[in-house]
């Protein structure tokens, strides 16, 4: 069993930045996709952006440009850097692990709740 566990979500005003992290419970990065989706109230759960194993990635249109995910297999963690937030970027925001570039997995964190707020 792996766990997930999210950091770095809270309170920032629009055009602001966050780094979102996610630490994984066990040496696997390296051989599975990670990615993380966000979930606002009222909503389902959506694609944010995921990464392969060999470092592709994938975005969600609406985050091209602003988000950047990245890896590091030696600390077991995944990023999401968040810049030029906006307002409809407020959600809970999960990691998962698994799946493919296009495909989640079966692994998923606790969540992380960012509001973009001013």
């Known amino acids: 069993q792996v766990q997930l566990v999210e950091s770095g979500g809270g309170l920032v005003q629009p055009g602001g930045s966050l780094r979102l992290s996610c630490a994984a419970s066990r040496s696997i990065f390296t051989i599975y996709s990670m990615g993380w989706y966000r979930q606002a109230p009222g909503k389902q759960r959506q694609l944010v952006a995921r990464?392969?194993?060999?470092?592709?990635?994938n975005y969600a249109d609406s985050v091209k440009g602003r988000f950047t995910i990245s890896r590091d297999g030696a600390k077991n963690k995944v990023f999401l850097q968040m810049n030029s937030l906006k307002s409809e970027d407020t959600a809970v925001y999960y990691c998962n692990l698994g799946g493919t570039i296009n495909t989640q997995g079966n692994y998923w964190g606790q969540g992380t709740q960012v509001t973009v707020s001013s």
């Open positions: 990464i392969s194993n060999s470092g592709s990635t």
